[in-house]
């Protein structure tokens, strides 16, 4: 069995959304590097409910990497040092007996603090509802391929559908920008014939959104694609970018009465 | 936490516009980009002629004041006015904008991929704003030049470069022009989405590429006449 090691913590603490937050130290002691993070601060809180204190808060669900629950900026990094890897799914064999960790919620404008590291994210939710979805009844299944769509196009759209909405991308950006996960929720119908009706009016709208949010703007430092989990890619930016303009180009307003019947 | 928040913007948003919206003041950052580093380029190529002698380099002078009878060099002063404010006014909108979405910072942010040229974008350009004031005082209209001859371009390129003060705020300003150059030329194409995997490590020796053309050639000249190669 591997040798126990011993972490201090500098944990955001925060009431709620209304309070100010400071940092507290925790000592994390006796800790098996085999424990993923989350197990970590389920034993540091196992702890202060003993000792009768508020034990810290932090959003998790599915503790197996996929729904995007558990963000939080563990040493200045989201989801802390390892590339591709949700704060659930990172071991503490990735810390040293005797490291400091400094935990802090996602901070950004459009994420206020619900309470610690716990953000209120329905601002994603939001931009979803303004746009992320096609309106087409879509019926029973198909035939395999009764629809022609190219492998690489699947791929592309496959790729950018594995965004888990955690907002890491956010968390990291130095503009708290909310550009990839959007791009990447826009891209994974826009590569796909069945997104096609709604293309340009959806990116319009959830661009609107995005803005209405507060979020800030890409200046293109790339952090969000190296923070992201799921390796969502820059390309997506450049897509919505591409067709945002498109769009912008070719829109017209409705026209009233014609098509109605 | 604002009343949009809490509601879908929907069409009403949308008709806001393209200069309103985020992508859409970003598309105007990086178009007049564009139009400031093909001027820049186009001044670099120039003033190569300087390594011709005086009598080549004071006949392009000519050449650009009489070019369409004298209009061309207006029509071209009034776009790169434009371009330069609409680059300024975008600057300033975007980077409020981006200070306002993170109002607490993290206690230690750690950088992975971006660069030390990204993060420093706004203080190069405002560098280089100063930088461009002051050199068009300096070799256009004459008022930061000791001893200014509106008639001899050439003479007034020699003297400039004879006063050290002068050297170093213009190496200075160019090495911050390469900082800007390097993100802003790759920056441009990511965001007017110009991107395809095949041609993504195209762009950035581009950028690369440009940027040392451009600011070692202009580096080049204060040297070449320091050494006495200009004369």
Known sequence: MAKHINLTLHVWRQKNAKCDGKFVEYPAADISPDMSFLEMLDVVNEGLIRKGEEPITFDHDCREGICGQCGMVINGRPHGPKERTTSCQLHMRSFKDGD?????????????????????????????????????????????NALPIPKENADLAMDAAACIGCAACVAA????????????????????????????????????????????????????????????KMENIARMNRDFIKASLTYRPPTGGGGAG | MSVAEQSIAGAEARGHGFMASSVGRKVVMAATGIVLFGFV??????????????????????F?????????IWIFRAVLLAATGLHIWAAVSLTLANQAA?????????????????????????????????????LTTGQAHPNFDPANP???????????????????????????????????????????????????????????????????YPIAVLTGFIH
């Open chain 2, 154 to 220: 050439y003479a007034n390129f020699v003297s400039a470069f004879k006063v050290p003060a002068a050297v170093g705020f213009y190496i200075v300003a160019q090495l911050c022009l390469g900082l800007h150059m390097w993100h802003g030329v790759w920056s441009f194409t990511q965001t007017l989405g110009l991107t395809h995997p095949r041609y993504d490590s195209l762009r950035r020796n581009f950028a690369t590429g440009l940027t040392l053309l451009v600011v070692g050639v202009n580096i080049s």
């Open chain 1, 100 to 144: 400091t960790i400094t935990l802090e919620p996602w901070r950004a404008e459009a994420f206020p603090v619900l309470k610690d590291l716990m953000v209120d994210r329905g601002a994603f939710d939001r931009i979803i509802a303004a746009g992320g979805f096609i309106s087409a009844p879509t019926g029973s299944p198909q035939d395999a």
């Open chain 2, 41 to 62: 380029t186009v001044h670099m190529i120039g003033n190569t002629q300087a390594y011709l002698g005086a009598e080549s380099f004071n006949g392009y002078a000519k």
């Open chain 2, 102 to 138: 993170r109002p607490v910072g993290y206690r230690a942010q750690q950088p992975v991929a971006s660069t030390w040229a990204s993060r420093t974008m706004r203080w190069s350009g405002f560098i280089l704003a100063a930088f461009i004031v002051y050199h068009l005082l300096h």
């Open chain 1, 173 to 232: 950006c130095p503009n708290a920008s909310a550009m990839l996960f959007v791009s990447a929720k826009i891209s994974q119908l826009a590569l796909l014939p069945q997104g096609q009706p709604e293309r340009y009016i959806r990116v319009r709208d959830m661009v609107a959104q995005m803005d209405a949010e507060e979020f800030g703007t890409c200046t293109n430092h790339s952090e969000c694609e190296a923070a992201c989990p799921k390796g969502i």
């Open chain 2, 64 to 72: 650009l004041h009489t070019m369409l009878h004298g209009a061309g």
